[in-house]
């Protein structure tokens, strides 16, 4: 649905993205039901800072009520983490991710990005700036400079670097698939040939969390699928589409979809909930293109999440190895999982096939971690305080590892453990599941 | 900046108060945002002492006030004519929950489903339960004297408050409780005074316990009028459901296309969902019967849910009804009033005649166990015929309601939405008996001016008007 640039609309904003978007506008009918879904609202309690509030902000930008280049309007809307909490509380269906992203696009034009952001965007869309900026990052985190500086230097500048060490994996234990042992008894080569699949490595996932694409790799080889490389492949766009950089998003889309066409994947596997919701909208992103809609809309359909894969084949139950002391894990929902790809069973069916652990659930699961992209390194004041209840209410599930399926929220999590001096670890479901594998690979 | 802002700035610091005017677009309108009104600023203090000094800041300045929850309302009551807005939604800490003495003491920014999430661990639960509990607050709740599916068994906000510090506009803070050791129940008159009388700065609430067992059913019907027949046959038959909801197929339609999909039928013309609950001896039988009257009625199927999930769904398709109706229209009406549960089945039809007579269409989903009406009515207001329309159907559907015997408003108040409907129903000393109450609060009239009675029915206010 677009049009509707007719009655109310300000000239200047007349063929603006947000006024094409109006009619998911319209769907507000102002129950308030998104306020308590809304973690900026329940931390900067304004109603402004709220879904509800915000929607109604870009109704005023677009009748004129509010001039584009208004700073402290701008200010609400950057400070929305794009989670789409509220998505899933809206009874009326109310678009708010595409509303959100129409109108920082729309207000791009006004009010240019401030330059850190600009600045990290910029690396994201050049692949070897990107590449050489993480690996600086990974020999910070090897020498131990990183913990260091998470412990030494005052809250706000130490995140960063906290961030960076709760990355730091022990050595992998690579395994041969075909020898793992199950507790059904059941072996790797008896499993049904599930098909050709790709990953979407990504550019934080492949540079920090490189062994949880191994993992991936793995898990998925012991489930059946053949995996696949798609060269040439790179950052998904996500952090420029939410930034209301459309274009560059766009290129980044097509350069991704062409990488995946030439591999001759069946599916397309994410294991980071952001590159997956992004993925899952490139039809959309591309829909007015014609040289690249229809392919695009092909890509869409064959994106899944890793955990929808695992799920799908059991998955196969890794037999318990006697050794290992059982340990008590704690689910945290992406928001790019939950409300963006409504998926939330898999994950939990993926932790539920683990022989060692017992699984407490973590009250308000379902709320942002604060992490939402780069927001953490541009608001890092608000992306605390939207931390700290999610902290909290991991301290008191005494879990000794909290599972999420997403690199900026194993990296929030995990660095607002390490600089509260926690015991517990923030791991993606899929890593807990390899290492289960390792322990159960046959002896030699 | 006026000294006012300054005062209240250095009372809860600058960020929560609000005064320029986009940033008090957000604080214009409650849940029914056909009342608009804007603010002259907003101010949102975070503990007690704030709230307190706040109020008699304001009291000092002699500047009026309205004060505000979440904005869930459904009567335009917390809007603020270019006045001050009183946000209370900082002030949501539990103070205390006593599970012996089966209570709660909050502050009046808590969340209603909040506070039975907190009281699970004890298996006990805040009872009344209206459908915006996942927002709303208690002390909103305590204002409007707030129903919900369940009142009907358990019995509305009123029942449920045991007592309440509050903040009377002067500044003066008071107790209110029931009057249970002898004196007047002050606290009966505060609740539903719809912010006229006070602010609470806390209250202690009656928690409830969880009933051994639930049975949820939903009976399905091919008219509205067999469904509406149904709901009073059961009362009759003396069986005193836990809740009894109406849904017509419009609603049906608007929830089953949102998250809350519950799997209602939508070729039904209405649906019915009740609830029994308490202890399990007997409770099948009531079930049973429940489930008889709704066939004897002309119900095509009755499913009666299986587990706790499935239950949770039906309730959670019933409560988000109202959001949902966004996909019908942009905007919304929806009308309170309550009718003797006998006269349903031809009310319904005379409503959907008017719907029909103004060319509109009205979705009906309401607590039929209590005859408490709640017709939407979804529409374009940018559009002015059909906004005329809707204001005619509107007053035409409450004066049909009034004459069958009926009131007003069940549970979401007058504010300014039903203003126009008070002299029609109470006479002029029934509205002077009103005004006299509310001197005894606020003799200055600076809480929530312009809600609930007339100004015109004061014929006190008219004498010192006159005198000024």
Known sequence: ?444 | MTALATTLERIVGPTHVLSRPAALLAYRSDALPGHRLMPSLAVMPGTREELVAVVRALAADGTPFVARGAGTGLSGGALADGIVLLGLHRLRRILAIDPAARTATVEPGVVNATLTRAAAVHGLHYAPDPSSQTACTIGGNIAENAGGPHCLKYGVTLNHVRRATVVLPSGEVVELDRGDDGGYDLLGAFVGSEGCFGVVVDATVQLTPDPQQVITLLADFLRVRDAATATSRIIAAGIVPAALELMDQATIEAVESSVYAAGYPRDAAAVLLAEVDGPSIGLADDARAIEQLCREAGARGVRVATDAGERARLWQGRKKAFGAMGRVAPHLVVQDAVVPRTALADLLEEIQAIGAAHRLRVCNVFHAGDGNLHPNIPYDADDPDESARVHRAMGEIMARCIAAGGTITGEHGVGLDKLAYMESLFTAETLDAMCALRAVFDPERRANPGKVVPVRSCREWHATAAAR
């Open chain 1, 1 to 444: 649905m677009s049009g509707h640039t007719g009655s109310g609309v300000h000239p200047t904003l007349a063929r603006s993205p947000l006024a094409m978007a109006r009619a998911g506008l319209d769907r507000c009918v102002h129950c308030g039901f998104c306020l308590p879904a809304c973690p900026t609202y329940l931390a900067l309690e304004d109603e402004n800072d709220s879904p509800r509030g915000r929607l109604l902000l870009m109704g005023a930008l677009l009748e004129g009520q509010v001039r584009v280049d208004d700073a402290e309007t701008g200010r609400h809307f950057d400070q929305c983490l794009g989670c789409r909490g509220c998505e899933s509380a809206c009874p009326s269906g109310v678009p708010y991710g595409e509303l959100i992203e129409a109108t920082r696009t729309t207000l791009a034009v006004h009010r240019p990005l401030p330059v850190v952001a600009r600045a990290i965007l910029s690396v994201f869309a050049e692949l070897w700036l990107l590449r050489g900026l993480l690996g600086a990052a990974r020999l910070v985190r090897g020498s131990g400079l990183a913990r260091l500086a998470a412990r030494l230097l005052p809250r706000r500048l130490a995140m960063p670097f906290a961030m960076l060490a709760s990355t730091a994996r022990p050595a992998p234990r690579p395994y041969d698939a075909t020898q793992v042992r199950t507790a059904a008894g059941t072996d790797s080569h008896a499993m049904p040939d599930r098909g050709r699949a790709a990953l979407l490595t990504g550019c934080v996932m492949e540079s920090l969390f490189t062994e949880t694409n191994r993992a991936t790799e793995r898990t998925l080889s012991v489930n059946g699928w053949r995996m696949c490389a798609a060269d040439e492949q790179g950052c998904c766009g996500a952090l420029h589409a939410h930034a209301g950089d459309r274009e560059t998003a766009r290129s980044l889309a097509r350069r991704n979809i062409a990488a995946f066409a030439a591999s001759g994947a069946d599916v397309i596997v994410m294991n980071s909930a952001g590159c997956g919701a992004m993925c899952r909208e490139y039809g959309h992103l591309l829909a007015d293109d014609p040289q690249w809609a229809a392919r695009a809309a092909a890509f869409a359909e064959k994106v899944r999440d890793v955990s929808e894969l695992l799920a799908e084949a059991g998955p196969r139950p890794p037999a318990a190895s006697p050794g290992h002391a059982r340990e008590t894990i704690t689910y945290d929902a992406p928001c790019h999982l939950q409300h963006a790809q409504r998926i939330t069973a898999p994950p939990l069916r993926v932790l539920a096939a683990l022989p060692d652990a017992q699984l407490v659930p973590l009250q308000d699961s379902d709320q942002c971690c604060g992490s939402a992209g780069i927001f953490n390194l541009l608001r890092p004041e608000v992306a605390e305080r939207v931390l700290a209840p999610k902290l909290q209410h991991i301290a008191a599930t005494g879990a000794a590892v909290v599972a999420t399926g997403n690199p900026g929220c194993l990296m929030q999590i995990g660095g607002g453990l390490e600089l509260s001096g926690a015991a517990c670890r923030a791991r993606h479901p899929v890593e807990l599941l390899d290492a289960a594998y390792a322990r159960a690979v046959r002896p030699d």
